[in-house]
């Protein structure tokens, strides 16, 4: 039950940051982005979404994951939540508020790779899932207007499907570590 929960909310994450992608590709903003019209709204809501989101698949994943990962998997999803929500009320109520939105966002990009990293070193669970994760933070990194959070959103999407495809992939904590002792 716990994995398909941490699948679903993976996929809602990267369905909410493709959703935001295509609405700031189909809507020209001549106010940029400062909750004067229904898309400035609607794009700063699915954006909150889309981080709250990201958070709450992260937090899941730390439940599952022990060490250094866990750690990261908890310092990205913070970092998630707080750009998500930080962005909405820089945009809707106070401009200086960008700074919270900024850190947030550079923790999630970087934690985000990290816990890729981690998992692409450790195996934790399964190599080439810590590279859908770097992959989604490079294409963050390389620029949010340039479609990189299309490829952030396809990479949790990707992550959250072979999460439910894969019988095998989120053990709990304790039996990990079993069966490392074992081998």
């Given at each position: 039950m716990r994995r398909t929960t941490i699948a679903v909310t993976a996929i809602s994450a990267g369905?909410?940051?493709?959703?935001?992608?295509?609405?700031?590709?189909?809507?020209?903003?001549?106010a940029n982005s400062n909750c004067s019209t229904p898309a400035d709204i609607?794009?700063?809501?699915?954006?909150?979404?889309?981080?709250?989101?990201?958070?709450?698949?992260?937090?899941g994943l730390a439940t599952q994951?022990?060490?250094?990962?866990?750690?990261?998997?908890?310092?990205?999803?913070?970092?998630?939540?707080?750009?998500?929500?930080?962005?909405?009320?820089e945009h809707c109520a106070y401009e200086p508020f960008w700074l919270p939105y900024v850190f947030g966002?550079?923790?999630?990009?970087?934690?985000?790779?990290?816990?890729?990293?981690?998992?692409?070193?450790t195996g934790a669970l399964g190599r080439w899932r810590g590279l859908l994760l770097i992959a989604g933070?490079?294409?963050?990194?390389?620029?949010?207007?340039?479609?990189?959070?299309?490829?952030?959103g396809a990479a949790w999407v990707v992550f959250g499907l072979t999460l439910l495809l894969d019988r095998q992939a989120l053990q709990a904590p304790a039996a990990?570590?079993?069966?490392?002792?074992?081998?």
């Amino acid at each position: 039950m716990r994995r398909t929960t941490i699948a679903v909310t993976a996929i809602s994450a990267g369905a909410a940051w493709l959703i935001w992608e295509g609405i700031r590709l189909s809507w020209t903003d001549p106010a940029n982005s400062n909750c004067s019209t229904p898309a400035d709204i609607a794009s700063d809501a699915v954006f909150a979404a889309g981080g709250l989101a990201v958070a709450l698949a992260l937090f899941g994943l730390a439940t599952q994951l022990s060490g250094v990962p866990r750690w990261l998997a908890i310092a990205g999803a913070v970092a998630a939540a707080t750009m998500g929500l930080a962005n909405g009320v820089e945009h809707c109520a106070y401009e200086p508020f960008w700074l919270p939105y900024v850190f947030g966002a550079l923790g999630m990009v970087l934690s985000t790779a990290a816990l890729g990293l981690a998992l692409l070193v450790t195996g934790a669970l399964g190599r080439w899932r810590g590279l859908l994760l770097i992959a989604g933070a490079v294409g963050l990194m390389l620029g949010p207007d340039r479609g990189g959070t299309a490829v952030f959103g396809a990479a949790w999407v990707v992550f959250g499907l072979t999460l439910l495809l894969d019988r095998q992939a989120l053990q709990a904590p304790a039996a990990n570590e079993a069966g490392l002792a074992a081998s």
